[in-house]
């Protein structure tokens, strides 16, 4: 069987892998205008900034074990590096759902969506899930997880903070993995550089048709964020550690609007 023979599902145009399965708890949606956000700091809000990153850890778990599932001629050594992150996400769940816990909140308190899931699944090689999973959505974790720990911290929860900087320190092994790996796979089967770029031009097409439209508010009367309108704090130092190179680091941080602060060299 393919491994492009799974369920699907289709969100504003879009064709993606179905979402995984979940405990009836949870409430899964599709959208951004779905989901529950709160400004600022609120004691709800905190309770669903820890659900929701509580999610996505459930997602990158599944995501590592599928890849697991779908490649078992994958090298060795990968294979081991798949189930290691595997455990890192359980370990990542369990810390946020008890925290969580300790915040008076519940599991299903608030919906899910599983974009991640849906966008790395529906690829067909394994150099494409790791560029998209790895090197782009949990590169994107690092910047977050790098300014994140302030804020619990600034609302007095010390607790909080020091877990998500425990969280970052496994994500960056995760990312340096793949970026080795990547190169190693493209050295052995130079095509794989292709399904690397179609991945993220598909990756480039399902951001563009869900991201939050101008005037969207969320279900809660948030306003959202466009991609335009999100400010990024790039983890420099942690995308270092993670083994991005310099010139790829400078592109990050003028995706995020922050080119002015690089040396002229750099800018050219």
Not at 64 to 90: I, M, T
Not at 95 to 102: E, V
Not at 166 to 191: C, G, M, S
Request: hydrophobic share 40%.
């Amino acid at each position: 069987m393919s491994l492009r023979d799974f369920p699907k599902k289709t969100v504003r145009g879009v064709t993606l892998r179905a979402d995984p399965p979940r405990e009836s708890v949870f409430r899964v949606v599709q959208l951004d205008a779905e989901m529950h956000e709160y400004p600022g700091m609120v004691a709800q809000g905190q309770r669903e900034k820890l659900h929701r990153h509580m999610s996505n850890e459930m997602g990158s778990l599944d995501i590592a074990a599928q890849c697991l599932s779908d490649f078992p001629q994958a090298p060795w050594e990968l294979r081991f590096e798949l189930a290691r992150q595997a455990w890192d996400e359980s370990r990542h769940v369990l810390a946020l759902y008890r925290k969580l816990r300790k915040l008076g909140g519940r599991k299903g308190e608030f919906p899910i969506a599983n974009f991640e899931w849906s966008v790395t699944c529906s690829l067909d090689t394994l150099a494409a899930r790791l560029a998209v999973q790895n090197r782009t959505f949990e590169a994107g974790q690092l910047d977050l997880l790098g300014s994140l720990p302030r804020h619990w911290r600034e609302a007095g929860d010390d607790e909080a903070a020091e877990t998500l900087e425990a969280i970052l320190n496994d994500e960056v092994q995760h990312v340096r993995f793949a970026n080795r790996w990547l190169k190693e796979l493209v050295r052995q089967k130079p095509t794989a550089l292709l399904d690397i770029v179609r991945a993220l031009q598909f990756l480039n097409v399902a951001n563009e048709a869900l991201s939050a439209r101008d005037g969207e508010i969320n279900a809660v009367g948030t306003p959202l964020a466009t991609s335009q309108g999100k400010a990024i704090e790039v983890n420099i130092e942690c995308r270092r550690e993670a083994e991005f190179s310099e010139e790829e680091i400078h592109a990050a941080i003028r995706k995020a609007g922050m080119g002015s602060i690089l040396p002229a060299t750099a800018q050219r």
